[in-house]
């Protein structure tokens, strides 16, 4: 029931967006996913899978979990300047 639930919840989110065919890019559902925070142990426990998951769908052939943290503040700094 755990992994279904965190599974889930990765996935979906209150102002996820759907997607068809002819509007599903890879970028556009990997960025649907959500990073939830399940405290620094779970976190860490988990090499950062649900508080890094993002990148981890966007980067999953170039970013090894034990780099998923890092990866992700450098996104979140990263779009932020873009703003």
Same mark, same amino acid.
């Given at each position: ?6 599974? $889930? ?9 759907? $997607?068809?065919?002819?509007? $599903? ?40 979990? $034990? ?17």
């Amino acid at each position: 029931f755990w992994l279904f639930m965190v599974t $889930y919840l990765q996935h979906h989110s209150d102002d996820g967006k759907l $997607y068809t065919d002819d509007t $599903y890019t890879f970028e556009r559902g990997a960025f649907e996913t959500v990073d939830r925070d399940y405290g620094t142990w779970i976190n860490r426990m988990s090499h950062h899978m649900m508080d890094g998951h993002v990148i981890h769908h966007l980067f999953f052939e170039k970013v090894p979990h $034990y780099r998923l943290e890092d990866a992700t503040k450098a996104l979140v700094t990263g779009m932020e300047q873009r703003d």
